[in-house]
């Protein structure tokens, strides 16, 4: 059941060396993480603490060393594995929340729970008929947390995930973050501030 | 096939929507063919001998014209990244994309050219061939200007690029596509013969433009 069993996945790096822009943004990197586990990678600003996320989620090649997953869904690749929520949230503003939460339940298909019982959930449902034009900064990034409820996918990879969220809504986000974990995902997010959970540091690009 | 579907209509969707591009190429497209008359003049036979390549001219343009949009609001959103990840190979969540777009912005332009037909004295006949044609041609122009759109993707303001990218594929396709409407008209040439090679270049395109734009959209992650 898409390897969401505890201590059955494992995302390991070996040497990962980063170049963006001719410029190497990492060298030799080795990591690991495990299920119910969460990294948080922090670094100072241009550490490469995007670069990584998205190396891991394929959005990038690496121009050295491996990134795999063990123990998840054999005929998956990795980036098939993960949930990618980045600084861009991917929602367009003619659409409603709900067609946009509906639109990437339906696109990315998998495993999924309904999508008003997730707007319930990020306390989006009163606005579901609502162009996401008029969303405000954490009301966007509640709906893209959504995203990450209504699909299930064992990888978590998140890159400032708590910016724009009220205390509340951080709250809620580390009980969505835990749960999450608890059904043996696991969660490589990219920060600055606290996480809200118990977490691992990875620290990338020397002291801050 | 959920997964495309719902690529498609979330495409079409949010070109119906306000400030979607389905409109505009139909306008354009009007704008151009109603004001040629008044700029050729009123000679009627002059009209309808020039009549299929006004059309063919104004639906080229204007199906371009939104065209160079249908990556670059995925990849400023966001949306392409999800995308690139995601279990729909990307060629065929390209193919989506395309259809999706000449469905919203290609499709209006053929049910808009009987009318327009009427302003270029063109009879029955004539207007129906180009129609015909317009419905054999238009594919190929969103599925090669795909590939332009992709390889704009990565570089600001790509429009222009994807112009110049785009119009000498699209050369052929004008060039047959206003050749069989012509044989309809005034002859002497058969239709059948730059009608099969439109409709080549439209099934040729149909398979090259995903495979190309998805490479070049891979080759641009950044």
């Known amino acids: 059941m898409n390897g969401l069993v505890p201590g059955q996945i494992k995302l390991s790096g070996r040497g990962v060396t980063c170049v963006r822009g001719g410029r190497e943004v990492f060298s030799g990197l080795d990591f690991e993480a495990v299920a119910g586990e969460a990294v948080a990678v922090v670094g100072r600003n241009g550490a490469g603490k995007t670069s990584l996320l998205r190396l891991i989620a394929g959005l990038l090649i690496p121009a050295g060393g491996t990134i795999a997953l063990d123990g998840g869904d054999a005929e998956l690749t990795l980036p098939e594995q993960c949930h990618y929520l980045g600084h861009r949230d991917a929602l367009k503003p003619a659409l409603s929340v709900a067609e946009n939460l509906a639109f990437w339940a339906d696109f990315l298909g998998g495993e999924r729970r309904d999508t008003a019982e997730s707007l319930a959930t990020v306390g989006l449902d009163h606005a579901t008929h609502l162009p996401a034009a008029f969303l405000s900064a954490g009301q966007r990034r509640r709906l893209s947390l959504a995203r990450l409820l209504t699909v299930r996918r064992p990888v978590w990879l998140l890159d400032e995930p708590t910016s724009a969220l009220d205390v509340a809504g951080q709250d809620m986000f580390g009980g969505l973050m835990r749960e999450h974990l608890g059904r043996g995902g696991m969660i490589i997010a990219a920060t600055h501030g606290p996480l809200g959970i118990d977490s691992r540091e990875l620290r990338i690009g020397g002291v801050a | ?222």
């Open chain 2, 1 to 222: 096939m959920t997964a495309l579907s719902a690529l498609i209509r979330r495409d079409i969707r949010i070109a119906l929507r306000v400030g979607g591009g389905a409109l505009i190429g139909v306008l354009f497209f009007l704008t151009v063919v109603v004001l040629m008359p008044f700029a050729v003049g009123p000679d009627l036979a002059l009209l309808s001998r020039l009549g299929p390549a006004i059309l063919w001219l104004g639906a080229l343009l204007a199906s371009l014209l939104t065209l160079d949009r249908l990556f670059m609001a995925d990849h400023e959103d966001g949306s392409l990244d999800l995308i690139t990840m995601s279990r729909t190979p990307l060629e065929l969540a390209c193919a989506a994309k395309a259809l999706a777009h000449w469905l919203a912005a290609g499709l209006p332009l053929i049910v808009a050219t009987p009318v327009l037909g009427l302003l270029l004295n063109l009879d029955m006949v004539a207007t129906a061939a180009v129609a015909l044609t317009l419905l054999a041609g238009t594919p190929a122009l969103t599925f090669t200007g795909m590939i332009g759109a992709a390889l704009a993707v990565t570089l600001h303001r790509g429009g222009l690029l994807m112009a110049v990218l785009v119009l000498p594929l699209s050369i052929p396709v004008l060039i047959f596509g206003v050749a069989a409407s012509q044989a309809v008209i005034v002859g002497p040439m058969n239709f059948g013969a730059p009608f099969s090679i439109l409709c080549a270049l439209s099934l040729v395109s149909l398979v090259i433009g995903p495979f190309a734009a998805a490479a070049s959209l891979r080759h641009g992650l950044d």
